[in-house]
């Protein structure tokens, strides 16, 4: 659904949140590669030093998952 709503509006697929949100629950869903992306488009987007930094710190753990495979 939220795929579906990145790519019909994109108002919504600029909206930061939502990319953090996709990286996420594609990280709950083994999806590490696919997160991975998510979470850096969200990076693309914000300019928040503390976003960036969590956001970067949550990268790094969907990477870790997927060399864990």
Same mark, same amino acid.
């Given at each position: 659904?939220? /795929?579906?709503?990145?790519?019909? /509006?994109?108002?919504?697929?600029?909206?930061?949140?939502?990319?953090?949100?996709?990286?996420?629950?594609?990280?709950?869903? /083994?999806? $590490? $590669? /696919?997160?991975?992306?998510?979470?850096?488009? $969200?990076?693309?987007?914000?300019?928040?030093?503390?976003?960036?930094?969590?956001?970067?710190?949550?990268?790094?753990? $969907?990477?870790?998952?997927?060399?864990?495979?």
């Amino acid at each position: 659904m939220l /795929d579906s709503l990145i790519a019909d /509006d994109t108002r919504v697929g600029s909206f930061q949140p939502a990319w953090a949100l996709r990286g996420h629950l594609l990280a709950h869903l /083994d999806r $590490a $590669a /696919d997160s991975v992306a998510a979470y850096h488009r $969200a990076i693309e987007l914000t300019t928040d030093i503390g976003e960036r930094e969590y956001l970067t710190n949550r990268t790094a753990q $969907a990477r870790g998952r997927e060399t864990d495979r």
